[in-house]
């Protein structure tokens, strides 16, 4: 298995930027592809970036496309989202998972981080 904690919400105005972070642990982080999730209230969870284990392959929900940017540094076991521009339709809770099985980025994910607050005033 492999644990996830997230880190780097908080509080912004609209139209400024936080870098979240999740830390794995357990196994080799490098075997595993990453996604972050958002849930805003009654909402289902969605996600919103995702990347490959090897870093080469990325999906971003359209909604995020050019202000959102994933990355990751296996030797660091962390990835990071990068998010600019934000808007107070991005407030929500922010979820790391993984998953080690299947190519599909988008689908699948088995572990799960206890998530991290961001919420976009204007």
């Known amino acids: 298995q492999v644990q996830l904690v997230e880190s780097g919400g908080g509080l912004v105005q609209a139209g400024g930027s936080l870098r979240l972070s999740c830390a794995a642990s357990g196994r080799i982080f490098s075997n595993y592809d990453v996604g972050w999730f958002s849930q805003a209230p009654v909402k289902e969870r969605d996600l919103a970036a995702a990347?490959?284990?090897?870093?080469?392959?990325?999906y971003y929900r359209n909604s995020v496309k050019g202000r959102f940017i994933i990355s990751r540094d296996n030797a660091r076991n962390t990835v990071y989202l990068q998010m600019d521009s934000l808007k107070p339709e991005d407030t929500a809770v922010y979820y790391c998972a993984a998953k080690i099985l299947g190519v599909d980025l988008q689908r699948d994910y088995d572990y799960w981080g206890q998530g991290t607050q961001v919420t976009v005033s204007s």
């Open positions: 990347i490959s284990r090897s870093g080469n392959m990325k």
